[in-house]
T-cell receptor, first 115, second 113 residues
Framework: NAGVMQNPRHLVRRRGQEARLRCSPMKGHSHVYWYRQLPEEGLKFMVYLQKENIIDESGMPKERFSAEFPKEGPSILRIQQVVRGDSAAYFC?????????????FGPGTRLTVT | QKEVEQDPGPLSVPEGAIVSLNCTYSNSAFQYFMWYRQYSRKGPELLMYTYSSGNKEDGRFTAQVDKSSKYISLFIRDSQPSDSATYLCAISGGSSNTGKLIFGQGTTLQVKP
């Protein structure tokens, strides 16, 4: 049973380009969370999605960042016009529904480097 | 004041020692308490998951929650070099929380052979 899958694992973008990060949740999980880990900082929540719905985006920067979780296919975190400060590890987590929704299982992360 | 405080360490212990890792939190409404282990350049791995107060044991690991003091702990018995990693506490729950996890900064642990 595959865990949470993220791709690409490493992504290099020049300033001003777009970055697209993908996340496939564990089988049977319908909740997806995105977190960002900046160097020397802890994990920070960005956004929580269910299929076709954004539930909580309180941690998302107001500009350039967007996320979706379509009916079919992976969840995507999109960063437009990247800047050096976007360089970080981006982790996706998924959880089951119901009373176990707080059990979040993380993927291996995508390490974004902006040059 | 941060919602979750965790001493970043580093913490260095000899193999076989008992390790105590701790976090404090500020909002008494939180109900779910997690410990994650993260090896260098890997994703966090869920170790323990506790709802409300009390103890939970899993092999060499014991998680404790004291809601009256807003204090959570992870104990590792008979520590091994393979336990060397960063340990992250995380909390969630409460009426205004949608399920997002709020993480401590993480404590780096080194177990020396």
């Amino acid at each position: 049973n595959a865990g949470v899958m993220q791709n690409p694992r490493h992504l290099v973008r020049r300033r001003g380009q777009e970055a697209r990060l993908r996340c496939s949740p564990m089988k049977g999980h319908s909740h997806v969370y995105w977190y960002r880990q900046l160097p020397e900082e802890g994990l920070k929540f960005m956004v929580y999605l269910q299929k076709e719905n954004i539930i909580d985006e309180s941690g998302m920067p107001k500009e350039r960042f967007s996320a979706e979780f379509p009916k079919e296919g992976p969840s995507i975190l999109r960063i437009q016009q990247v800047v050096r400060g976007d360089s970080a590890a981006y982790f996706c987590a998924s959880s089951p529904t119901g009373t176990r929704s707080y059990e979040q299982y993380f993927g291996p992360g995508t390490r974004l480097t902006v040059t | 004041q941060k919602e979750v405080e965790q001493d970043p360490g580093p913490l260095s212990v000899p193999e076989g020692a008992i390790v105590s890792l701790n976090c404090t939190y500020s909002n008494s409404a939180f109900q779910y308490f997690m410990w994650y282990r993260q090896y260098s350049r890997k994703g966090p791995e869920l170790l323990m998951y506790t709802y409300s107060s009390g103890n939970k044991e899993d092999g060499r690991f014991t998680a404790q929650v004291d809601k009256s003091s807003k204090y959570i702990s992870l104990f590792i018995r008979d520590s091994q070099p393979s336990d060397s990693a960063t340990y992250l506490c995380a909390i969630s729950g409460g009426s205004s929380n949608t399920g997002k996890l709020i993480f401590g900064q993480g404590t780096t642990l080194q177990v020396k052979p």
